[in-house]
């Protein structure tokens, strides 16, 4: 496809279990994003890939957050041992490169619900 | 954090009506762009504004930037229902993060 794809794009889950949520870029984007929206929220930044340097992960809100990213192409947002306050929907989104002057495209997003 | 601050919180107009919303920062940018969300779902980009320049427009819409008052705004004329969604401006500093702000949610009444 020519969009930004992620999967699922729901997950009920339960506290206390780990999840998966996949982000596939759009072709040649070297830059990747993931944003975690909350109700009624902005976007919180969580993490950022660029090529093979080291991922920023400054936003990750706790060590139960990380990604992974294989080469220029998908990856993976990992939560374990969820908690309820995980609930959120979950962005991903890629550029050209990481330059701010370009366009962010986003994926649908996954909402994720902790019970 | 959020640098983006928009204003209004919700906004509710006819058809036809122009939709103003307002957004402020507190930090030097380098850029300010507006994005769309529909039913919370993925954003799509609507514009980008350089910090050099003062206003643009893009079919609809149209953005000014006061970097004096740290402020943008997006004018949304003759609007439709298709523009019912929330808009959200996203400022970013000397980096690649994008800090964006809580939203305008807007309502356009057939």
């Known amino acids: 496809g020519a969009g930004v794809s992620q999967s699922p794009s729901n997950k009920v889950t339960e506290k206390g279990k780990d999840v998966e949520l996949r982000c596939d870029p759009i072709s040649g984007h070297t830059a990747l994003y993931w944003y975690r929206q909350r109700l009624g929220q902005g976007l919180e930044f969580l993490i950022y890939?660029?090529?093979?340097?080291?991922?920023?992960k400054s936003g990750l809100p706790s060590d139960r957050f990380s990604a992974e990213r294989t080469g220029e192409s998908v990856s993976t947002l990992t939560i374990q041992r969820t908690q309820q306050e995980d609930s959120a929907v979950y962005l991903c989104?890629?550029?050209?490169?990481?330059?701010?002057?370009?366009?962010?495209?986003f994926g649908p997003g996954t909402r994720l619900t902790v019970l | 954090s959020q640098q983006g601050e928009e204003d209004p919180q919700a906004l509710s107009i006819q058809e036809g009506e122009n939709a103003t919303m307002n957004c402020s920062y507190k930090?030097?940018?380098?850029?300010l762009q507006w994005y769309r969300q529909n039913s919370g779902r993925g954003l799509v980009h609507l514009i980008l504004?350089?910090?050099?320049?003062r206003e643009k427009h893009s079919g609809r819409l149209r953005v000014t930037l006061d970097t004096s008052k740290k402020s943008s705004s997006l004018l949304i004329t003759a609007s439709r229902a298709a523009d019912t969604a929330s808009y959200f401006c996203?400022?970013?500093?000397?980096?690649?993060?994008?800090?964006f702000g809580a939203g305008t949610t807007v309502t356009v009444r057939a």
């Open positions: 504004i350089r910090s050099n320049e």
């Open positions: 930090t030097s940018i380098n850029n």
């Open positions: 989104a890629s550029s050209l490169d990481q330059g701010s002057y370009n366009e962010q495209f």
């Open positions: 890939f660029q090529g093979n340097s080291a991922p920023d």
């Open positions: 996203a400022t970013d500093g000397n980096d690649y993060k994008l800090s």
